[in-house]
C-alpha cells in the first residue's frame, strides 16, 4: 500500500523533506514542487504538480440550515458538480466532499486527507433512487433497514455497480451508502446531482472535525469551499452496518444502536469494534485497521461498572501535570480536569472538539473516564479506545 507523505518543506531546490510514515511529502524547489508516496520504507518521487495544485484558495460561508442561501449552496454544488472539494456539516461530523463519481476529484480527498488508498470512502445520496443507481442485488433486509433510518446516521454497506470509482471502494465489489439527514448536506448533494464521497473532515488519524474551527484549522487551503453550519448535532461518525445471510453486523457503532437495528433482524457487533487488530488480520471494514482519532499526548482510558473503583484508580494515575476528561458531575474528584458532559449525547457531541484541543495543555498524559460500553456508549467507547491507541484499563 502506498500512503502519501505529508509535508516535508524546505525550500531548498530538489530537497525531498523528510518522509514520515504514512504521510505525504512535497519538496520545495526554487520554482518546482514535486510530490512523494511513502510505503514506509522507501519515498518515491512521483509526480511534478504546481504550486496551485498545492495552496488552494478556500472560500469559506455560513449557512443556517433553518434558512439556507440558496446561491450560497448553488455556488457549492457547482464546485462539487467540477470536480473540487468542498467541506460541508452533517448530523454526525463535518466531511469532506467530493463527486463521487469522478476519480479524479476523489483522489483529492485522498491528498487533502492524507489518507490510505486502501481505506475506501462512503457515498452519500440525497433519495433511494441514487442508491440504486450505485448499488445492486439490494435484499429485502436492506430495503427495510433503509427505509427505516434513511436519512440518517446509519451507512450501509452495499453491493457496487460497475459506475462507481474503484479509488472510492478501494477495488472492493462493496460500497457504503449514507442519506444524511443535515438539510445543508442533502441540498448539496440534491444540487450536486450525484452521489458525494464524504469522509470525515480531518487529517487522517486525528479526531473527526465537529465544527467550524476545527474545520478550518485542518482544512483550510486544502478545499475550495467550507460551509460553515455550526456545531454537528451527534458528533460521531455514523453506524457502519453489513448484512450478512440476513444477520446484521456493526462494523462501526454509531447514534443508531444495536437495540434500534434489532427489530429488523439478528444483530452482531463485530469483535474489531472494542478489541484491537493483529497484525494482517482480515477485516471486514479496511478503516479498522488505521490510528484514529488520537491526540499527540499519551492517553489512557479507565472504566469501571463501579464508579469507586474507576475514580480510586484514576487518583492513583494523576499527578501535578495530567488531565481527567471527565463526566461534567466529577469535576470536583480531580486535580485538573476537563467536562465532557453529563449525557452519552452531550459525551458525543463534545469529545472530538476535547480531543483535538487537549495537545494544546501539555499535559504530561491525559486520563479519560470510560462509559458503559452499551447503547451510545459503545461508540464513545470504541473512538475512545483509538484516541488511547488500546491504552485501556478496564477493572
Ligand atoms: P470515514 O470516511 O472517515 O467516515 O470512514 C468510513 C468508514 O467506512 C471507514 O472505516 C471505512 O473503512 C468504512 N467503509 C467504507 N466503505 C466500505 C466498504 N465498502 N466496506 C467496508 N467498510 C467500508
Ligand atoms: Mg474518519
Known amino acids: 500500500v502506498w500512503l502519501p507523505v505529508e509535508c516535508g518543506r524546505s525550500g531548498k531546490t530538489g530537497d525531498t523533506g523528510v518522509p514520515g510514515e504514512g504521510r505525504m511529502a512535497y519538496s520545495y524547489g526554487n520554482h518546482e514542487v514535486y510530490r512523494y508516496w511513502s510505503n514506509g520504507l522507501k519515498c518515491d518521487r512521483v509526480k511534478r504538480v504546481s504550486k496551485k495544485e498545492i495552496y488552494m484558495k478556500t472560500e469559506i460561508v455560513k449557512i443556517d440550515e433553518e434558512q439556507i442561501d440558496q446561491e450560497a449552496i448553488a455556488r457549492a454544488g457547482e464546485i462539487l458538480k467540477r470536480g473540487g472539494l468542498v467541506a460541508f456539516p452533517t448530523e454526525t461530523v463535518y466531511g469532506i466532499g467530493a463527486n463521487g463519481l469522478n476519480s479524479d476529484a476523489v483522489k483529492k480527498i485522498f491528498i487533502a486527507k492524507g489518507r490510505a488508498s ?41 453491493k457496487r455497480k460497475d459506475n462507481v470509482p474503484d479509488i472510492v471502494t478501494a477495488s472492493l465489489d462493496t460500497v457504503g451508502i449514507r442519506m444524511p439527514s443535515n438539510k445543508i448536506a442533502h441540498d448539496l448533494i440534491e444540487l450536486a446531482s450525484v452521489p458525494i464521497a ?34 454537528t448535532d451527534i458528533g460521531l461518525e455514523s453506524t457502519v452496518i453489513r448484512v450478512i445471510n440476513n444477520v446484521i453486523h456493526i462494523l462501526r457503532p454509531g447514534k443508531i444502536t444495536k437495540k434500534d437495528l434489532e427489530k429488523y433482524a439478528k444483530v452482531e457487533i463485530d469483535s474489531h469494534v472494542l478489541g484491537d487488530i493483529k497484525n494482517n488480520e482480515k477485516v471486514l471494514s479496511p478503516g479498522m485497521k488505521y490510528k484514529h482519532y488520537a491526540p499527540n499526548t499519551k492517553c489512557i482510558l479507565v472504566y469501571s461498572d463501579d464508579k469507586e473503583k474507576m475514580y480510586n484508580k484514576i487518583k492513583s494515575l494523576e499527578d501535578t501535570n495530567t488531565i481527567v476528561i471527565c463526566n461534567s458531575s466529577n469535576v470536583s474528584n480531580y486535580k485538573k480536569a476537563i467536562p465532557y458532559g453529563y449525557t452519552e449525547e452531550e459525551i458525543s457531541h463534545n469529545i472530538f472538539k476535547i480531543l483535538r484541543e487537549i495537545d494544546k495543555k501539555e499535559a504530561s498524559l491525559v486520563i479519560i473516564e470510560g462509559v458503559k460500553e452499551e447503547g451510545l456508549g459503545l461508540a464513545i467507547m470504541n473512538r475512545l479506545i483509538r484516541a488511547c491507541s488500546h491504552n485501556y484499563i478496564k477493572i
Request: a negative charge; charged letters at 20%; zero cysteines.
Open 198 to 231: 464524504a469522509p470525515s473532515a480531518n487529517i487522517s488519524g486525528r479526531p473527526s472535525g465537529t465544527n467550524i474551527n476545527d474545520i478550518f484549522e485542518e482544512l483550510n487551503n486544502k478545499v475550495d469551499y467550507i460551509i460553515d453550519g455550526g456545531d
Open 118 to 158: 486502501d481505506n475506501p470512502l462512503i457515498l452519500h445520496v440525497s433519495s433511494i433512487k441514487m442508491v440504486d443507481s450505485i448499488a445492486k442485488d439490494i435484499t429485502p433486509l436492506e430495503r427495510q433497514l433503509m427505509e427505516a433510518f434513511f436519512p440518517g446516521p446509519l451507512t450501509i454497506i452495499l
